[in-house]
């Protein structure tokens, strides 16, 4: 059985969880205070990061690393195209929704509102809350804007791509910061991935000290 | 011919450049003052970052994506290994590089030193440039590491993983911010890469407003 060091409310870590109840691999999630720097998690990765995945008897970290690991030694079902450049555009998405969104969004919100507070960090800063409030509806009509063109985010079939940007939005949507009255499309798209198997165990976390909003676990919200 | 939308000093750029170096895809090279938001760039890339690629029709951005793109489209000669477990570490250690020890040294170094005059954001942040001087020695010292038990960095042949590490350490070096005496496996590793024909672009990059020492451009440093 696959082992994963996570923290529920990360992005990378919900990526790494979709992929592998995508692909029927059962976990043993483990729950990681790295923030605590605790020297066994730092011997697992010297990054001192989470998600760190213990599979085929490696122990493996870097979410975009394990995610491509996933999909060439479990190819079924595919979460990534056969064509080169429909993959580029997958893998495009994917850095989009890690990169620009997770700076702009994720590190603005959740990590001001929920990460700063269980680390001990303070209070949230507002002007990056502000700021991330802003930027998300920006990336909201970014997604409407794909999805009036195609079915998933990154063309007719559901990907990886898919699985990034859910596991930020579900992050976010945790905290009540997503307005899903802004975009039908995007939010017909999220009512699809959220009634996955895959993504029950995710509607199912808890964090001490946050309560979700009722329609976070809702299918019909 | 592929033309390359990129600044000289960015680990990105120079990550792409040489993939497409190393394959012997020429490329126009085209600066791109990317903090000025031209609506013309932003069409070509929404996220507004360098590199930003036209190749084969199409225009590319994301660098770990058209990384991957190149080496589907373009295998020869691989830059990646073929067995998944030899690139996962291809792929881990290419994000150990554009994740941690960019938000580590890169941010903290060259950005503070270069890319803030440029964008004219004023001086330095002496605290930013003391932790970057310090994280750097941690991350030679896990390179050595590595390379004292592999040839390079990520297996027994050349991949990605040295590609995205020279990129960061040559933006680096270009400032003087590389202690190359601290360890004779990292010294040897960079020798080797440095002397391929794919960097010779990038040992000849000028920057108005900043020299590089004379080693920089030097194969016998
Ligand atoms: N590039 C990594 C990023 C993982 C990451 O940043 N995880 C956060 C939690 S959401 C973390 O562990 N941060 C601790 C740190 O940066 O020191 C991946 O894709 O796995
Ligand atoms: N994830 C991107 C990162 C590229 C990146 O951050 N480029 C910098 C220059 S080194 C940039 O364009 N920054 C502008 C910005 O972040 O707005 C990639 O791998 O291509």
Request: hydrophobic share 40%.
């Amino acid at each position: 059985m696959a082992r994963l060091h996570h923290v529920p409310l990360s992005p990378f870590c919900r990526k790494v969880r979709l992929s592998l109840a995508e692909k029927k691999i059962e976990v043993d999630l483990v729950e990681e205070r790295y923030w605590e720097a605790d020297p066994d998690f730092l011997r697992r990765n010297p990054a001192g990061k989470v998600p760190v995945v213990r599979l085929d008897g490696k122990m493996m970290s870097e979410s975009a690393a394990i995610c491509e690991y996933l999909e060439e030694t479990r190819p079924e079902p595919p979460l990534m195209p056969k064509d080169p450049e429909a993959r580029y555009e997958v893998r495009r998405l994917v850095s989009w929704f890690d990169d620009k969104f997770h700076h702009d969004v994720t590190s603005k919100l959740l990590y001001e509102r929920v990460n700063k507070k269980i680390t001990g960090q303070g209070y949230p800063d507002s002007r990056n809350v502000k700021d991330g409030a802003k930027a998300i509806k920006y990336h909201l009509d970014y997604m409407a804007w794909l999805l009036d063109q195609r079915r998933w985010l990154a063309g007719d079939v559901m990907t990886l791509a898919d699985f990034a940007a859910a596991a930020h939005l579900s992050c976010l949507d945790y905290i009540s910061d997503v307005d899903w009255n802004r975009s039908a499309v995007v939010k017909d798209w999220y009512a699809k991935i959220k009634s996955r198997p895959a993504f029950r165990s995710i509607l199912a976390d808890q964090v001490s000290g946050f309560r979700p909003p009722p329609h976070y676990a809702d299918l019909d919200f």
